[in-house]
C-alpha cells in the first residue's frame, strides 16, 4: 500500500518583544495610518539579543511534537526553512535536532525565503512517499529584525520573527483515501531575483546584508504567480476554487491577500489571516498562519486547506491538504 503524508501536529512560537507601529514611528518616518493603509501591519514581534533563530525553531517544534503525541526521539528528519540561519554552517535544523534529543535520523536547511515552508513541506511529502521517513519535523523559523535595514521606511516596517512548524507522518493509504497532503507545487524564476534580495553574503563579500524590495513589482507577480499556483494544484486534485474550505497564505501583505482572494472567487471568511499580529515572517508565516487556525478551531478534520507563498528568488509554490 502506498503512503500518504499526514500533518498529526502543529505548533509556533513568537518572542515576547512586540514593536508596534506607534513605538516604531518614533525611530522610523512613518506612522502607524501609513502602516496599516498599505500593508494591513499593526505589530510585529522581535527577537532580543540572543534570541536565536534555532531557539524559535525548537520552541515551534517542541510544540508541533506535543501536539502530535511525539518526542524528538521519534524523528527521521527534521528540515528547516530559513533565511536567517543562526550560521553559515551548520544548519539551523542540526542545532535543532540536538535541542529536541533525536539521536538518529537527518537534518537540513532549506533556503526559499518566503517559499521556504511550502518547498520544505513538498520534500518532507516527497521524503514519506519514497518510505524513506514516518515522522518529519517541519519548521519555518527567521529573525528577519536582524537583516532589516531600520533606515528604510518602505522594508523595515514590513518584518517580523517567528517560528512554526508541522508534524508529518506517514500513513498507508487506498485509492479512497482523500486525507492528508495531496499534492505540491513548486516554482522559481531567477531571472527575477533582483525584485527582492539582500545585499550581502559570504560568498560576494563579509557584510551580511539588508533586504531590498521592488514592492510595486513584487506586488504584481506575487499575485498572478499565486493564483496560477493554486489553480494549479486544484486542478491536479480534479478540484475547484469553491471546494477550498481554508486559504493559508503567506502573510506579506494585506493587500496582497486580498487581491489574490479576489482573484480566486474567495471571501474574506475563507482566508486565514495573521499578517496585523505577525507582520511577515517569511518562511515562518504559513505555518504560524496555520497553527493559530489549527488552535482556535477554525480548521476541522475533513476540510479542505490550500497553503501558497511566494518569495525572494523568486519562488513559489503551494500546497493542498485534506484535513
Not at 502543529?10 to 525611530?27: D, M
Amino acid at each position: 500500500m502506498p503512503y500518504r503524508s499526514r500533518i498529526i501536529g502543529t505548533g509556533s512560537h513568537l518572542p515576547e518583544k512586540v514593536l508596534t507601529n506607534a513605538e516604531l514611528s518614533k525611530s522610523v518616518d512613518t506612522t502607524d495610518e501609513w502602516i496599516v493603509e498599505r500593508t494591513g501591519i499593526h505589530q510585529r514581534h522581535v527577537a532580543k539579543e540572543g534570541e536565536t533563530t534555532a531557539a524559535l525553531a525548537f520552541q515551534a517544534g517542541e510544540k508541533a511534537l506535543d501536539a502530535a503525541g511525539l518526542t524528538g526521539q521519534d524523528l527521521d528528519l527534521i528540515i528547516v526553512a530559513t533565511t536567517t540561519p543562526d550560521n553559515t554552517f551548520p544548519s539551523t535544523a542540526t542545532k535543532v535536532q540536538a535541542m529536541l534529543g533525536m539521536d538518529g535520523g537527518a537534518a537540513f536547511d532549506v533556503q526559499a525565503v518566503c517559499s521556504g515552508f511550502i518547498y520544505a513541506l513538498s520534500i518532507a511529502d516527497n521524503f514519506v512517499r519514497a518510505g524513506q521517513a514516518k515522522n518529519v519535523l517541519v519548521i519555518g523559523a527567521e529573525v528577519l529584525s536582524r537583516i532589516v535595514d531600520w533606515n528604510d521606511r518602505t522594508t523595515c516596517v514590513l518584518f517580523g520573527d517567528g517560528a512554526g512548524a508541522v508534524v508529518v507522518q506517514a500513513t498507508e493509504t487506498d485509492e479512497n483515501d482523500q486525507t492528508g497532503i495531496l499534492s505540491t507545487h513548486l516554482h522559481s524564476d531567477g531571472k527575477l531575483r533582483d525584485l527582492l534580495y539582500t545585499d550581502g553574503g559570504p560568498g560576494t563579500n563579509s557584510t551580511v546584508g539588508h533586504i531590498r524590495m521592488l514592492g510595486r513589482e513584487v506586488f504584481r507577480h506575487a499575485v498572478t504567480n499565486l493564483a496560477t499556483v493554486v489553480d494549479e494544484a486544484l486542478q491536479a486534485n480534479g478540484l475547484t476554487q469553491s471546494d477550498i474550505d481554508w486559504l493559508v497564505p503567506h502573510q506579506a501583505n494585506k493587500r496582497i491577500l486580498d487581491s489574490t482572494a479576489k482573484k480566486l472567487g474567495l471571501s474574506a471568511d475563507h482566508v486565514v489571516i495573521t499578517v496585523d499580529k505577525h507582520a511577515n515572517t517569511s518562511a515562518a508565516s504559513v505555518p504560524l498562519a496555520l497553527d493559530t487556525a489549527v488552535r482556535d478551531g477554525r480548521i476541522q478534520k475533513g476540510q479542505l486547506v490550500l497553503m501558497e507563498a511566494m518569495g525572494g528568488g523568486l519562488t513559489w509554490g503551494a500546497s493542498l491538504v485534506r484535513w
